[in-house]
């Protein structure tokens, strides 16, 4: 009896770690960048970009146009990361180009909801988007270098 409640108690305990984990904080997400290998950084800057994108829309919702503009802006650049090192590495191009193409979608499904003066700012950076996914599709597809 008591070794099964040791069991449950070090597999609650474990699962409370791999969640802590999964939720690090954008902070500690950005720190963890700075070290991470040329791998990890795709998957590092995806996310990043990816809590930044949910994090505009909220904000655009709230009423709160500037600081959703900032998250925007943060969006288009740790996509960029992402896409300059998975063009560098040649791994992880797929899911670099299927989450950007995703995030230009979100992008572009947020400037239909949002006030006229707001729209131009995330057209940009569903464009500039659109371009990462392009130089990954080429990257993936493109001419072979021999």
């Known amino acids: 009896m008591r070794e099964r409640a040791f069991l449950l ?3 609650f305990a474990l699962s409370l770690a791999a969640v802590a984990r999964k939720e690090d904080s954008l902070e500690q ?3 963890r ?9 795709i998957s590092l800057s995806l996310e990043i970009a990816q809590r930044q994108l949910t994090s505009a829309d909220k904000l655009y919702t709230e009423g709160k146009p500037d600081e959703a503009r900032a998250a925007v802006n943060d969006v288009v650049t740790y996509s960029e990361m992402a896409g300059q090192a ?6 992880k191009l797929k ?7 995703k995030m230009a979608k979100k992008l572009r ?4 909801s949002v006030n006229f003066e707001d729209q131009e700012p995330l057209q940009d950076a ?7 996914r392009s ?3 080429t990257r993936m597809f493109g001419p072979s270098k021999k």
């Open 9 to 11: 108690v070090v597999v």
């Open 29 to 31: 997400l950005k720190a």
């Open 33 to 41: 960048l700075e070290t991470a290998t040329a791998d990890q950084r």
């Open 86 to 91: 998975a063009n560098e590495t040649g791994k």
């Open 95 to 101: 899911q670099a180009e299927i989450t950007v193409r």
């Open 109 to 112: 499904d947020i400037k239909r």
């Open 126 to 132: 569903a464009d500039r988007l659109e371009h990462i």
């Open 135 to 137: 130089d990954l599709l």
